[in-house]
């Protein structure tokens, strides 16, 4: 069983730093695609960022490239979201998720593709 647990969130003011993690368990993340979503008040949610296991392979959605950055570790088996000069449109749920492929050079766009969730996480920034 893979469970998918972030941390990291919090509330911070426009222009600050944040740096969520997402730790999965049950299954080593090295042949997982990765993936940031988000969801804002009454608002769909939306795709941040994905990446391939092959870790030079990412996506961000236009309005956090320059900004936002994933990156995983295998050893410890977490992927981060580095969030810099954070905007209050920024401000939502951040959720992890996770798919199993063995395309290590492929990133998933659609949030029906993902196999594992994790609970998700509060970011509120304030102008």
């Known amino acids: 069983q893979v469970h998918l647990v972030e941390s990291g969130g919090g509330s911070v003011q426009a222009g600050a730093s944040l740096r969520l993690s997402c730790a999965q368990s049950g299954r080593t993340i090295s042949r997982y695609a990765m993936a940031w979503f988000r969801q804002a008040p009454g608002k769909e949610r939306e795709l941040v960022t994905a990446g391939a296991w092959n870790a030079d392979n990412t996506y961000y959605t236009d309005s956090v490239k320059g900004r936002f950055t994933i990156s995983r570790n295998n050893a410890e088996n977490t992927v981060d979201l580095q969030m810099n000069s954070l905007k209050p449109e920024d401000t939502a749920v951040y959720y992890c998720?996770?798919?199993?492929?063995?395309?290590?050079?492929?990133?998933?766009?659609?949030?029906?593709?993902?196999?594992?969730w994790g609970q998700g996480t509060q970011v509120t920034v304030s102008s």
């Open positions: 998720a996770s798919k199993f492929t063995v395309h290590g050079s492929i990133y998933y766009l659609n949030s029906d593709e993902y196999d594992y």
